[in-house]
């Protein structure tokens, strides 16, 4: 194993663009998107040399950009803008992926494991969520951990394979009716199961990660194509394992083709990203480092600097310091559209 700084990236991404649920939506795409509107913002993506670009489409229990029988689409106002064109028989995420592969570009649906913005949602009006949360307060977790941030919305538990199975079923809807390279499961929030059970209940989560993998092989086979998996987790292994996210296994079973740690939303240009670097450059089946950077260095630069992201110059630092860590790309969180594109 190299020292740091003495690493060179492998394989062919180097850009990874991820596009959270809402914030095109708000802040980039007209108020109604035509097809043509979201083609050309797939263009600017690709003129911007991204090589890989990340939509996520399931939130809170709904899908989002694309609609169908068997789930819900989200509700939340800013999500209406695309009714026309589903209405229409047009899928978003169709028209996404296929001008993305148009352009060169990898498509990669991401799915939001548990989700902190319920209480938004809430108070728009429209409910913390699909049904399948709502309706199901027997698979919720109700020994959470102090803290306000714990209390504003509601978390599934992984412990119940009910939820577990609901997972893997939209993963499944997706890869069978779209187009995807591959998926990317997002675990942006700090719990998935009962306050102190995460590292006794990790293998369960496991059980779930190598069950979106054998989906995922077994569509390899029936394609002839090669989707990836890879998981978005938060910026240090015992900070995973402390919310039972066994990432080190899952990497060395070689469930994942590539793993994304960062913060929820902001940069820390010195986060230890070279203990991921150990362990997936150790193992015959590449897994590739595609750290985040997200549009903040903390939550009072935000605040104090009326939500101003990164400089490029910061960008440029913070990615020398990846590469020096071992990454092999990086991952860019899409809060950047908003800030003069």
């Known amino acids: 194993m190299g020292s740091l ?17 809402s914030s095109s939506l708000r802040s980039y795409l007209p108020e109604r998107p035509r097809e043509e ?7 600017d993506l690709a003129d911007a040399q991204v090589d890989t670009f990340i939509q996520e489409v399931y939130t809170q229990g709904w899908t989002t950009y694309w609609r169908c029988e068997r789930f819900e689409y989200d509700q939340r106002p800013q999500h209406q803008c695309l009714l026309p064109l589903l209405d229409a028989g047009i ?51 109700n020994d959470l951990p102090s803290g306000e941030a714990y209390q504003l919305s509601s978390f599934l538990d992984f412990t119940f394979s009910e939820v577990r199975d609901y997972i893997i079923s939209i993963a499944e809807e997706l890869v069978r009716n779209f187009d995807v390279d591959g998926l990317e499961l997002c675990f942006r929030d ?4 009962p306050a102190g059970k995460s590292r006794d209940r990790e293998s369960l989560m496991t059980d779930m990660v190598k069950k979106v993998h054998e989906m995922l092989y ?30 080190t296994t899952w990497i060395t079973k070689g469930y994942l083709d590539y793993v994304s740690p960062s913060d929820q939303m902001n ?23 595609y750290p985040a950077i997200l549009p903040w260095m903390s939550n009072r630069s935000e ?39």
């Not at 509107?37 to 263009?43: E, G, H």
């Not at 940069?267 to 480092?289: G, S, V």
């Open 91 to 141: 899928q978003p995420l169709s028209v996404l992926i296929d001008q993305s592969h148009k352009r060169g570009m990898k498509f990669i649906a991401g799915l939001r494991i548990n989700d902190d913005h319920g209480h938004i949602s809430l108070e728009q009006g429209v409910g913390a969520g699909s049904t399948f949360l709502t309706n199901n307060p027997q698979w919720k977790i």
């Open 267 to 289: 940069t820390d240009i010195n986060a230890p990203y070279d203990e991921f670097t150990t362990i997936t450059r150790a193992q015959d089946k590449p897994c590739y480092l």
């Open 37 to 43: 509107d979201l083609r050309n913002w797939v263009d």
């Open 190 to 193: 700090r719990i998935y199961f």
């Open 5 to 21: 700084g003495s690493y060179y990236p492998r394989g062919n991404q180097r850009i990874i663009y991820i596009s959270d649920p």
């Open 218 to 247: 077994n569509e390899n086979q029936a394609k002839g194509v090669k989707l990836k998996l890879g998981a978005r987790v938060f910026q240090t292994i015992n900070d995973c394992r402390d919310m039972g996210l066994d990432v």
């Open 303 to 341: 605040r104090r600097l009326n939500r101003k992201p990164l400089t490029i110059e910061q960008m440029r630092a913070v990615t020398q310091n990846y590469y020096g860590a071992g990454a092999d790309g990086i991952s860019i969180y899409n809060h950047f559209v908003s800030n003069d594109w």
